[in-house]
Nanobody, 126 residues
Framework: QVQPVESGGGLVQAGGSLRLSCAAS????????MAWFRQAPGKEREFVAA????????YYADSVKGRFTISRDNAKNTVYLQMNSLKPEDTAMYYC???????????????????WGQGTQVTVSS
């Protein structure tokens, strides 16, 4: 089982960009669907983006579509989230999640993933 570790969060002004990284231990990284979720204070954890095992399929929440890009490098056991045109409402703790096997119809639910990182904080100032 892979163990995700996030990095790259920080404080940025509205309109700025950040790139989050998620390094996952284990030799079977390419067998896992990977995703990013986020959780703001007082709110439930919500889906942000997911990428299939090969990286050819990607899915996004409507709120980030056109601004965020998820990608992966299986040779480096790493998944990325490039975030552009950031808004104050993007402020949250961002979590990387792993699901063994193919991406499925429930890719946007927390229950679909069985391995989670500790999170990295993203704060967007207005």
């Amino acid at each position: 089982q892979v163990q995700p570790v996030e990095s790259g969060g920080g404080l940025v002004q509205a309109g700025g960009s950040l790139r989050l990284s998620c390094a996952a231990s284990g030799r079977t990284f390419s067998s896992y669907t990977m995703a990013w979720f986020r959780q703001a204070p007082g709110k439930e954890r919500e889906f942000v983006a997911a990428v299939s095992r090969s990286g050819t399929l990607t899915y996004y929440a409507d709120s980030v579509k056109g601004r965020f890009t998820i990608s992966r490098d299986n040779a480096k056991n790493t998944v990325y989230l490039q975030m552009n045109s950031l808004k104050p409402e993007d402020t949250a703790m961002y979590y990387c999640a792993a699901r063994y096997g193919a991406i499925s119809g429930v890719y946007y639910t927390t229950a679909a993933y069985n391995s989670w990182g500790q999170g990295t904080q993203v704060t967007v100032s207005s």
